[in-house]
């Protein structure tokens, strides 16, 4: 059987975290999730720096991306995964309160491989994540290749 991949949840917000992990955890999924809390963490979780240098996880199965967020923000965090070899494969799915076209536009521009807007109310956000984690932690069939096995 194949290694579970963590799913990466990169989200400033503390109650859509909380709401996020309840969620995926009541879908059953046996996915570590891992939480960091803005743009600068999630590129030092990707490519093993600073705190996350040591990592022993193979890359995500999915990084759930919010894009308004500290340091760097979720367009600049795609921008720089997608523009990498050893990345670009690593499905990212924004997952935003904005509405704006533009940032719809430039996110597929940018290689996201899904956008999807928060739901307002509480149990339709609740089913929006249980979906999202049950599609891109169990049934997505990632392409095949090398994974990074750097320590």
Excluded at 115 to 137: M, S, T
Aim: hydrophobic share 40%.
């Amino acid at each position: 059987m194949p290694e579970l991949k963590p799913i990466l949840l990169v989200e400033d917000n503390p109650k859509d975290v909380e709401l996020t992990l309840t969620a995926l955890e009541q879908s059953q999924l046996a996915n570590e999730v891992v939480v960091v809390r803005d743009g600068a963490e999630a590129l030092d979780f990707l490519y093993r720096r600073g705190f996350h240098e040591s990592r022993n996880t193979s890359d995500p199965a999915v990084v759930l991306l919010d894009l308004k967020l500290p340091k760097v923000d979720g367009l600049e965090v795609l921008a720089k995964v997608k523009a990498d070899p050893e990345l670009r494969h690593t499905p990212i799915v924004m997952l935003t309160s904005s509405r704006e076209e533009s940032d719809l536009v430039k996110s597929y521009e940018l290689g996201v491989n899904a956008f999807v807007v928060k739901p307002v109310g509480f149990r339709e956000f609740f089913d929006a994540i249980q979906d999202l984690g049950v599609f891109w932690g169990i049934l997505n069939e990632p392409p095949p290749r090398n994974d990074r096995t750097r320590p």
